[in-house]
């Protein structure tokens, strides 16, 4: 997207076209105007048009151009926060509101999927999210008995037949959810996007809005080239905010992730390595994730950027972890290699904001964006369209939270997950 093929990698070299767009060059008006083409607009945009809603959704770039093209495509179920940490934090309403809807998650990105055809790789397989130490086994166990007292379908599997299922004896169990799976991630958006479309949506791309005003009682949000006056605004722009709510973006530090996709997998070594083709990622402070693509590639990420010194750090590490794990592959070499920015907030919840009248949106997935983004922009549908009230949000509207030191908090990131994957030896 950017003639760079670190920014979106094995994504952008594999998913179908990109429907045809172009930005945005005269004055309009719709009933709502949506800005950021990833999973919240456009799951937003699409809930509203086949309701009959008038809709017009900006993109700076391209669609998927931020999080929604570059991230590891584990569909999760909740977020990284305890369930039972939630109806404590929000209270019991909004707490177990969020679990239920959350949990839930993964089925309404199936069922998009289904519903508009979308290609995009799709595994419901499930993730695995495996144990390091002993540590890790407590903390999984106790995510099993707080999702299970919520009827959710998850379960510890014990050390051998996560062996058995990952492909490598590294792990001392691992949480099997079975609500949860993988996909294509820029596929899912190109998928969302044609579907938009379809639907009557009047999508825009390489339109930054650099600007609002009003015009008698209503919202205009103005681009280089035209603008667009609408009822509501829908601000779907987290992580790669620009421009009039680049205040979103203050209020988060941004954590860079790094993937890495081998060529294919030769037959025998997909007999052992993740036979079921499971999404995985471990315990550890430094994460690592992988999974497999549609042809077999084996994706493998950590946090990190891939610039500067981190490129040949992170390799060389990701390639000494791979060996450990998968000595049964030899000598790795990379395909493809991309890195995004995972917008973090202070208490790892995401927000929903109120920048003004009928000016609204949520952020700050903290690396948990595929299924709450495509919740969360159904919930701003239902709500623009008066079904749900702002008290039956998913979460209380809340305001901007600056983050201090954010410069300084993104660097020691970056230097912090180098100086980690130049020491570590071992998984
Ligand atoms: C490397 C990485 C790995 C991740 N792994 C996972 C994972 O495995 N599973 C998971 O669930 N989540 C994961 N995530 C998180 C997930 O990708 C995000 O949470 C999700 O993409 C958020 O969706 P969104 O639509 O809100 O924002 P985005 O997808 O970031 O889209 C926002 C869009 O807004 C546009 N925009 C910004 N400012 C403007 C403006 N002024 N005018 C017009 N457009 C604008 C941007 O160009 C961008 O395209 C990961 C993220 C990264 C970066």
């Known amino acids: 997207m950017l003639n760079d093929s670190r920014s979106h990698g094995l994504w952008e070299a594999t998913a179908p076209e990109a429907p045809a767009t172009s930005a945005l060059e005269r004055n309009l008006s719709a009933d709502v105007v949506i800005v950021g083409g990833g999973y919240t607009g456009m799951s937003c945009a699409l809930h509203l048009a086949e309701a009959g809603r008038k809709v017009v959704l900006l993109e700076a770039h391209e669609i998927g151009f931020g999080g929604a093209g570059r991230n590891v495509g584990l569909i999760n179920a909740g977020l990284w926060v305890m369930p039972d940490d939630l109806p404590v934090r929000l209270g019991p309403v909004f707490g177990e509101r969020l679990l239920k ?70 792990y001392t169990g691992s949480l ?42 209503n919202k205009v949000v103005h681009t280089a080239g035209g603008s667009v006056e609408a009822e509501w605004v829908v601000v779907a722009t987290d992580a790669y905010s620009t421009g009039p709510w680049n205040s979103v973006r203050e209020e ?27 999404g995985v990622w471990d315990t550890k402070a430094v994460l690592s994730s992988f999974r497999l693509d549609g042809s077999g590639r084996l994706v493998f990420g950590s946090v990190g950027a891939l610039r500067g010194t981190g490129i040949s750090i992170h390799k060389d590490w990701a390639r000494r ?10 000598k790795v070499e990379f395909e493809h290699e991309w890195y995004g920015q995972i917008g973090m907030t202070p208490d790892a919840l995401p927000r929903f904001h109120k920048f003004g009248r009928n000016t609204i949106g949520f952020a700050g997935y903290n690396g948990r964006g595929i299924s709450p983004g495509t919740v969360f922009g159904r919930e701003l549908a239902l709500l623009i369209l008066g079904e749900k009230k702002e008290e039956e949000m998913p979460l209380p509207v809340s305001g901007i939270l600056r983050n201090s030191f954010l410069q300084y908090r993104e660097a020691y990131y970056e230097a912090g997950s180098q100086i980690a994957h130049l020491v570590s030896e071992r998984i």
């Open 252 to 278: 988060q530090v941004r954590l860079p992730y790094f993937n890495l996709a081998t060529s294919p997998l030769s037959p025998e070594n997909l007999q052992s390595i993740l036979p079921g083709r499971e």
């Open 101 to 170: 809807l959350l949990g839930d998650g993964p089925s309404l990105v199936m069922e998009l999927i289904e519903k508009h055809n979308i290609e995009c790789e799709l595994q419901r397989n499930g993730t695995l999210h495996c144990a390091v130490g002993r540590a890790g086994l407590e903390e999984i166990r106790k995510r099993e008995a707080q999702w299970q007292k919520r009827s959710a379908p998850v379960q510890v599997l014990d050390a051998k037949e996560t062996a058995k299922r990952v492909g490598t004896g590294v």
């Open 321 to 330: 972890a791979l060996a450990r794990l998968y000595p049964q592959l030899g």
């Open 176 to 217: 099997l959810d079975q609500r949860a799976g993988t996909l294509q991630p820029l596929a899912y958006a190109r998928g969302l996007a044609k579907a938009c479309i379809r639907a009557g949506v009047e999508l825009y791309t390489s339109s930054p809005v650099i600007d609002t005003s009003e015009r008698g009682g």
